[in-house]
């Protein structure tokens, strides 16, 4: 029998050696998810019979043309998938059951991938923990009294569980890269665009959101390089669209310039997390890479927030409904200049005019410079995630939400910094685990490279996992 621990690779091996069969992955994950699913509660959402009889019709192996053929997948709740609800958490679309797939699961599909079930996430996929009313709570299956992450909260733990073998996740503040920090896994958020995300949307949603990405999530750096190929590439109505990819070149990590930004005055990091950080980049230079602990692109990472925060949540809150937004339009008319409370910035970031906006957009498009100037003297950096592990379930109001960071109760929202320092400037960005901390939790350490860099950054966590960054099965749910 296979162990539903196994990468994706492994278990295609097992497939075109002939040693496992479709349906036996199938009945194994199936069968995972029924005995250990009700506590962690990643699952929203099967399709049991249709996957057994999917399995069933598998009578060839994987190949170049098909590889992933007889692969049980799970994707996160907001991706369409035919006879599904699609619901991203919220009661008013429990009855929005989606009559196709998204694209990139017709691409997975057609690459012979077996869809199982869909994740949990948090309502609106606006939270860094998984939970809304409709779905329940996602608990983290390393410590069921901490949350996964999110958006992709479901996606990870599912990974983690063992109750799939690749998942798909999406990511706008982290939520690919914060979950597999929290999880233990290997997450990618890819550079803007290169996987298209129609049908990552609720109805009526069609043009590519801002700032927001699909990507894998995976319990190998491999398995990531091999989800990226298949689902990677132009939508149907830009054919002429090409993307160049570039990996590690031959001489490996012995030429790699690697910068390390392991925390910063807009949000201090934990001596823990700092502390992985830099043992990732001891191991790399131990692999031959050189090591510059100093180098910054030429901004600060309180002017790159500046342009993220407001970006963010104009694109965030768009879609409130109409009543809400012109109270929130009156609130910002109606507040003094020199009010900066949270509800009124809120507010102001949500109703901003055109004009402010493309000034923040041609901001951004400054830090993507200041970026690329970078990475002509370094070839990745790395970064926490966020300023610590796993979080305890905290679901009051944002606004009464603390993270305790070395004794020091930083707002919930600012622990996004780490992923909007990148995720605003549309970079690619590849999370690798690097073991438990002392309380048990996993931290994971964030790769990042330059635009279309997302060979070069999985290759490095790829080359990270050979030297021991590996994914670790949780105690309480084994093989």
């Not at 934990?270 to 950080?277: H, I, L, N």
């Not at 790769?447 to 050979?466: F, K």
């Given at each position: 029998m296979a162990n539903p621990f196994a990468t994706a690779v492994e278990l295609l091996e097992l497939l075109r050696d002939g040693e496992v069969s479709a349906l036996e992955l199938t009945d194994m994950y199936l069968d995972r998810i029924e005995k250990y699913n009700g506590e962690i509660n990643a699952i929203v959402w099967q399709d049991a019979e249709r996957a057994r009889d999917a399995a069933r019709a598998i009578s060839s192996k994987p190949d170049n043309q098909r590889p992933l053929l007889g692969l049980p997948i799970t994707v996160k709740e907001a991706y369409n998938v035919a006879g599904s609800p699609t619901t991203w958490g919220k009661p008013e679309f429990a009855a929005n059951v989606a009559n196709e797939d998204a694209l990139a699961v017709q691409r997975l599909k057609a690459a012979g991938a077996i869809v199982i079930g869909k994740t949990n996430v948090p309502?609106?996929?606006?939270?860094?923990?998984?939970?809304?009313?409709?779905?329940?709570?996602?608990?983290?299956?390393?410590?069921?009294?901490?949350?996964?992450?999110?958006?992709?909260?479901?996606?990870?733990?599912?990974?983690?569980?063992?109750?799939?073998?690749?998942?798909?996740?999406?990511?706008?503040?982290?939520?690919?890269?914060?979950?597999?920090?929290?999880?233990?896994?290997?997450?990618?958020?890819?550079?803007?665009?290169?996987?298209?995300?129609?049908?990552?949307?609720?109805?009526?949603?069609?043009?590519?959101?801002?700032?927001?990405?699909?990507?894998?999530?995976?319990?190998?750096?491999?398995?990531?390089?091999?989800?990226?190929?298949?689902?990677?590439?132009?939508?149907?109505?830009?054919?002429?669209?090409?993307?160049?990819?570039?990996?590690?070149?031959?001489?490996?990590?012995?030429?790699?310039?690697?910068?390390?930004?392991?925390?910063?005055?807009?949000?201090?990091?934990?001596?823990?997390?700092?502390?992985?950080?830099?043992?990732?980049?001891?191991?790399l230079e131990n692999a031959g890479a050189t090591i510059d602990y100093e180098a910054r692109p030429n901004f600060t990472g309180e002017q790159s927030h500046s342009i993220y925060n407001p970006l963010l949540w104009s694109l965030m809150l768009a879609g409130v409904p109409e009543q809400q937004f012109e109270d929130m339009q009156a609130q910002a008319a109606n507040s003094a200049p020199d009010d900066h409370s949270d509800d009124v910035e809120m507010a102001r970031m949500a109703t901003m005019d055109h004009r402010t906006w493309l000034?923040?957009?041609?901001?951004?498009?400054?830090?993507?410079?200041?970026?690329?100037?970078?990475?002509?003297?370094?070839?990745?950096?790395?970064?926490?995630?966020?300023?610590?592990?796993?979080?305890?379930?905290?679901?009051?109001?944002?606004?009464?939400?603390?993270?305790?960071?070395?004794?020091?109760?930083?707002?919930?929202?600012?622990?996004?910094?780490?992923?909007?320092?990148?995720?605003?400037?549309?970079?690619?960005?590849?999370?690798?685990?690097?073991?438990?901390?002392?309380?048990?939790?996993?931290?994971?350490?964030?790769?990042?490279?330059?635009?279309?860099?997302?060979?070069?950054?999985?290759?490095?966590?790829?080359?990270?996992?050979?030297?021991?960054?590996r994914f670790e099965a949780p105690a309480a749910y084994p093989a």
């Open positions: 309502l609106d996929l606006a939270d860094l923990q998984s939970y809304n009313e409709l779905y329940g709570v996602c608990n983290n299956p390393y410590d069921l009294a901490h949350t996964p992450g999110g958006s992709s909260g479901g996606s990870a733990a599912a990974l983690a569980a063992g109750f799939s073998a690749l998942e798909m996740g999406s990511d706008i503040g982290g939520s690919i890269r914060t979950p597999a920090h929290f999880s233990g896994v290997f997450g990618h958020k890819p550079t803007w665009a290169l996987l298209p995300s129609r049908g990552h949307a609720l109805p009526g949603m069609l043009v590519e959101p801002d700032i927001a990405v699909i990507g894998p999530l995976a319990r190998s750096a491999f398995d990531l390089e091999l989800q990226l190929d298949i689902v990677a590439g132009a939508d149907a109505f830009e054919p002429g669209i090409r993307y160049e990819l570039p990996g590690l070149d031959d001489s490996g990590f012995a030429s790699l310039r690697v910068a390390v930004w392991a925390t910063d005055p807009a949000c201090p990091v934990s001596k823990e997390v700092q502390g992985r950080v830099n043992l990732v980049a001891e191991a000034g923040l957009h041609n901001a951004r498009d400054g830090l993507r410079w200041a970026w690329h100037e970078f990475f002509q003297d370094y070839d990745v950096l790395l970064a926490p995630q966020t300023p610590t592990p796993a979080i305890k379930h905290d679901h009051r109001p944002i606004s009464e939400r603390t993270v305790d960071v070395d004794g020091f109760a930083m707002p919930y929202f600012q622990q996004i910094f780490w992923a909007g320092l990148t995720g605003i400037s549309r970079l690619p960005s590849t999370v690798v685990p690097t073991g438990l901390s002392d309380s048990g939790l996993p931290i994971g350490v964030q790769i990042v490279g330059n635009a279309y860099g997302d060979r070069l950054t999985i290759q490095v966590a790829q080359g990270l996992e050979q030297v021991g960054f």
